[in-house]
């Protein structure tokens, strides 16, 4: 347990705040690309506690402006999207995509009052499906060269959902590779074959188990955290009792994402991003190492799970997350459905807006939790004694060279661990149709 003024530092993500600051060093995912292909392309965005619109304008280009008109506060959304801006419809002052006013066109004739008005602006850019906003001082840093940046559009899906929580818990259950034998445990076992789009429901590594019986019947994994550029690698290890060790890698992207195997075919990146202290999303990037995503299957299986606009969950605590005592003793673990999203969106909105963590108790499984949380406690030190550049990846090491991350399934049959894992995941890259090569795989 922690005391809550560190609970607090570790959790609150408005302007100013500790954990804020740090996640304004880094890009955060800002709005699906999907929401704005409509005919208008505005849409609210509240990130890190700030209330913002993003709109494309007549050329093209992205702006991410504050959502109140710096006049009187109308909201900007409801803007006239016209002459490479938009346009307040209270008094028609006018801002360009930099949060500029450009023209106040009820103010006398002449007035250059237009030109000390300006609305906050954020740098975006678009990668991959998700637009990028940097909401920190200086320059932003380069984006790494994970696999979901350099894959090709047609390669990745990317996706969001709505948690009514903070985001940290949010991040913390990613990090908890234990949780998969209970929460996501299913008492049956589906076809891997009908496996398509959905985590944990394909055959373990080159074997014929499903992942489902391997979770099942190996609940006790022993857990290795190592530090690396990018954050933490998360290896869980389930030995099986005949001489073959199940190894499965995934990593925390420091601040806020992770990146874990979905399948034999794609990893998922995921993003849980702040909306602020009581609500995050989930973004999502699917990323396929071998045949071009199908984003039309997994877009529908996912907007069957969600309501728009706002990617809200349709199972959630108004409807007791769909929870069928029968289907409990029966199928899954938590009887809430076969949806893992749904599994993880009860555990960690359960807890309260905020967990309480002055009266949790960590046991070993809580390894990465621990972990991650002393490197986030170094970061919050370390802008706050102006030291941005020990930051992970803004420390010097070069973009460039952060690859991966290794997000790996494998079977080692002879001990070797990190063979096992270095060997999968070079087998899948040397297959891949785009450049998904590494320097040191493992
Ligand atoms: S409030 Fe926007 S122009 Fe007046
Ligand atoms: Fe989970």
Known sequence: MISQQLNDSLTRVGPGSDAGEVLRRYWQPAALSDELMTGRPVVPVRLLGEDLVLFRDSSGELGLIGRHCPHRGADMCYGRLEDNGLRCPFHGWHFDRTGQCVEQPGEPEGSRMHEQIRSTSYPVVEKNGIVWAYMGPGTPPAFPNFDCFRAPDTHVFAFKGLWQCNWLQALEVGIDPAHASFLHRFLQDEDPADSYGKQFRDKAANTEIPMTKLLRDFPRPEINVDETDYGLRLTALRHLGDGRTHVRVTNQIFPEAICIPMSREMTI????????????????????????????????????????????????AANNYGYDPDEQANETYTGMGLDINVHDQWAVESMGAIQDRTQEHLGKTDVGIIRYRRMLRAAIDAVKAGRDDDLPMRNGTDPAAIFGPVSNDSIAEDGDLAAATRNSDFARRSGCAWDASIADPA
């Open 269 to 316: 990146t995921q993003w849980h991003v702040p909306v602020d202290d009581h609500n995050c999303y989930w973004f999502s990037m699917f990323t396929s190492f071998g045949d071009p995503v199908n984003k039309t299957l997994m877009r529908e299986q996912r907007l069957k799970e969600h309501r728009l606009p706002d990617y809200a969950p349709l199972k959630n």
